[in-house]
């Protein structure tokens, strides 16, 4: 049996059963004074407890990213030092007990961007982007090949072998790619360089059917084995309805093309195999008083009063309204199921073959520790 979670934070399953990989990456890591746990946890079933196997980050050294790759059964983990120092943390989610570290380092006069995974020939390759601010040019690192840490320079073309994996809560935390559209035809231009005529074409061009017929920057927030997808508009929806999205999705198995219109404005997306398993965001805007707050908050507050990273920090940093609506679509089969709970911090936790969908909320997870 194969089992897929999603949660707040990164869960997988391996042989060995099921684990938990607790985080909180926010853009400053140091933004909050105290220390802000990340560990990688093993849940017992017979005694339904959950423990630390691995502790990941302290105060001195926090996580700033975190990115599941589900396909590729690896996590990666963006590491900060208080000296502005990076480091990598990959796990291979077959063996948990691998924990590769690898330091980031970028030229002189350079800044660190980010970095991307790209495959090539089943081969999959870290790519570390560094910007020069003076030069106004991206230079771009050697890739690590994940596999065998073997190194590889790396080109704007090496692109359009982008994998995505998703979102988690607002799209500046997120691992996706920005394109932009052509006006006469259905490619999408990847702007990894400044001039326009070297920008890759991705290997996808948009069908007739879906063409914009003009240059427009489009989030592509899934790109992996079985889909492609891209964040197409935000639909303002009268009254007090919800806000929606327009997805373009694409599924490599049967090769079409398909929109599907999701409920708000923040596509809290994730690939798993087939599957888009999703949570309904909202943005809720940047001043306090636009602040909404989310359904089940005195609920947190009672389970979680010695927690100070609970769901409504979060919620609050990232300036999001939960509603409590899950959902999942199949790119593949068309199929879409969603259900409301009630509770801003609900998660989709499981799916397992394709067919048995449980949804729990994660105030219970955190509860246990």
Not at 13 to 29: C, H, K
Not at 155 to 181: C, E, M, R
Not at 309 to 321: E, G, N, T, V
Request: proline share 4%; aromatic share 14%.
């Amino acid at each position: 049996i194969r089992f897929t979670f999603f949660t707040v934070f990164s869960n997988a399953y391996s042989q060995d059963g099921l684990f938990f990989l607790r985080a909180t990456p926010v853009e400053d890591p140091y933004l909050n004074s105290n220390e802000m746990p990340a560990a990688l946890l093993k849940y017992n079933k017979d005694s339904m407890k959950i423990k630390i196997v691995v502790n990941l980050a302290s105060y001195e050294n926090r996580v700033k990213d975190i990115r599941y790759y589900y396909d590729d059964n690896r996590i990666i983990l963006l590491k900060e030092t208080k000296k502005f120092e990076k480091s990598l943390g990959i796990i291979n989610t077959d063996r948990f007990d691998s924990l590769i570290h690898k330091s980031i380092t970028c030229p002189e006069f350079y800044k660190y961007v980010g970095f991307k995974v790209i495959e090539e020939k089943n081969n999959p390759f870290l790519c570390i982007e560094c910007f020069n601010k003076d030069l106004e040019k991206f230079e771009f690192l050697k890739g690590l090949n994940l596999i065998d840490l073997t190194e590889k320079e790396f080109f704007p073309a090496n692109f359009k072998h982008i994998v995505l994996s998703g979102t988690s809560f607002y799209i500046d935390w997120s691992d996706y790619q920005n394109v932009y559209s052509e006006p006469t035809n259905g490619n999408l231009r990847m702007p990894v360089v400044r001039d326009i005529n070297e920008r890759p074409i991705f290997p996808l061009a948009l069908p007739d059917s879906l063409r914009l017929g003009k240059k427009e920057m489009l989030n592509v927030l899934i790109n992996n084995k079985n889909q492609f997808v891209i964040n197409l508009n935000t639909i303002q929806n009268p009254n007090d309805q919800l806000n929606s999205t327009n997805l373009i999705t694409y599924n490599y198995g049967n090769q079409k093309w398909n929109r599907v219109k999701i409920k708000g404005t923040c596509p809290y997306v994730n690939g798993y195999g087939n599957w888009l398993a999703g949570v309904v965001y909202s943005y809720s805007g940047k001043n306090n008083d636009t602040f909404k707050e989310s359904p089940g908050k005195e609920i947190r507050d009672r389970l979680n009063s010695k927690n100070e990273f609970k769901a409504d920090l979060r919620f609050s940093y990232f300036h999001i309204y939960s509603p409590g609506i899950l959902y999942l679509f199949n790119t593949l089969t068309l199929n879409y199921i969603e259900w409301s709970t009630g509770q801003g911090d609900s998660e989709i936790l499981l799916i397992e073959n394709d067919l048995f969908i449980i949804g729990l909320t994660m105030r219970y997870i955190e509860h246990l520790f």
